[in-house]
T-cell receptor, first 112, second 116 residues
């Protein structure tokens, strides 16, 4: 395992459907982050985990969004009742030390 | 709230030349980290360089160096001897060093084009 992996890389869905993204962090990293990146913008923080505990959630994370990290390993990000405004790249990152995040290639969501 | 501003949406440079990307930030904290991340097309974001605010010496990583001006809240990235592989989006980012505050705040990015 040489990096952060995300699956699927691209998801096309119809408005109103639920989608789930998975992130596998670098194995020894105990911190895991989710960011959202829309076209032409920098990534925006959504939430992060220290081991299995979700320590912070951005106000960007509406109640349609839920993230989990069972057993402190992989994480899932679920979006319920998708809207067109949810179309974005969802980036996962992991870290050991402060601020030095290692990113995955992202999961691109297109909501039709 | 902390903000990061990158005022150059696009930059271009001739191969082998030097280019400087600008970044300013706003914070009331005295201790923090600043970063430059590179995002090549369809590839993951990777860390280019990192600067701790308490260090006066500017960070350097091979052809990449920063000009950190704490009083001016400025953090520019200089790329020397530009190479075709440097073409990417470059994001300036800020974080606090305290446990539980390591999340990054990003700027909007600068797209760098390398002209052969």
């Amino acid at each position: 395992d040489t990096g952060v992996s995300q699956d699927p890389r691209h998801k096309i869905t119809k408005r109103g459907q639920n989608v789930t993204f998975r992130c596998d962090p670098i194995s020894e990293h105990n911190r895991l982050y989710w960011y959202r990146q829309t076209l032409g913008q920098g990534p925006e923080f959504l939430t992060y985990f220290q081991n299995e505990a979700q320590l912070e959630k951005s106000r960007l994370l509406s109640d349609r969004f839920s993230a989990e990290r069972p057993k402190g390993s992989f994480s899932t990000l679920e979006i319920q009742r998708t809207e067109q405004g949810d179309s974005a790249m969802y980036l996962c990152a992991s870290s050991l030390s402060a601020g030095e995040l290692f990113f995955g290639e992202g999961s691109r969501l297109t909501v039709l | 709230a902390q903000t990061v501003t990158q005022s150059q949406p696009e930059m271009s440079v001739q191969e082998a030349e030097t280019v400087t990307l600008s970044c300013t930030y706003d914070t009331s904290e005295s201790d923090y980290y600043l970063f430059w991340y590179k995002q090549p097309p369809s590839r993951q974001m990777i860390l280019v360089i990192r600067q701790e605010a308490y260090k006066q010496q500017n960070a350097t990583e091979n052809r990449f160096s920063v000009n950190f001006q704490k009083a001016a809240k400025s953090f520019s990235l200089k790329i020397s001897d530009s190479q075709l592989g440097d073409a990417a989006m470059y994001f300036c980012a800020y974080s606090l060093p305290n446990f539980g505050n390591e999340k990054l705040t990003f700027g909007t990015g600068t797209r760098l084009t390398i002209i052969p």
